[in-house]
């Protein structure tokens, strides 16, 4: 797994897109400081909004700013998740697009919470997130692996903090509640260059903890019940 200055020694510049809170964000890269031990974004935006309008806004903001477009990119990368399955599942389409218009386009995805566990607000607690139906993503202290556990099983799980902005509908246990910390993924890249967060994405989709499982139906003719017998 890539870091940040890995990538920028591979490509000359590189465009990420986040769209995991409730709000998208954009930054571009540029090798122009390699050795520096915090590496900002050259150009950076970020749009309160659903995706859908949020998105295009910030990419056409930043590639404007850098007076590029989509067809001069090298590399691009997107956060896979978790957080908001509409905006990351546009995201990877955009990305796929975008692929089109430049074929030798080199796609990278990185995950929210390894990201977020690399922080100094993070350091000591694990990072937790939305996984609906009484459970939550969890990245445990020390770790980058992400487990998804119910409710219940984080009351004894020591310090939690969670991304102040992403969506939430299960309850956090009552007895152990989180700690809300700020997500700005241009902010948090910027500051841990050297993290390996980055896996190489040649079909971009979005982060899915267990794939599905299906059962197969099969259809039966509906048959009347017997008539009851008449006195």
Sequence with gaps: MPSLRQLLATHPAILVVDTCA???????????????AHLPAAFHAAVEGEAAHALPQVVAQVLAAARLEIGQLDAVAFCAGPGSVLGIRLAAASVRIWRVTRPGLAVYSYLSLPLLATSAAAAGASVIADARRESWHVVRRDTQTIE??????????????????????SLPPEQNPPADVAYKPADLLAASPDADLFTPAPDPDAFVHEQ????????????????????
């Excluded at 409730?22 to 520096?36: I, M």
């Excluded at 556990?149 to 102040?164: D, E, H, I, K, Q």
């Excluded at 599905?212 to 006195?231: D, I, K, L, M």
């Design 212 to 231: 599905p499982s299906y059962v197969t139906w099969t259809p039966q003719v509906h048959q009347a019940p017997p008539a009851r017998p008449t006195a």
């Design 22 to 36: 409730t709000f998208s964000e954009a930054a571009l890269w540029q090798n122009t400081s390699p050795c520096a």
């Design 148 to 169: 998804r556990l119910p409710s219940t099983a984080l009351a004894n799980a020591g310090p939690l903090v969670t991304p102040a902005t992403f969506r939430r509908w």
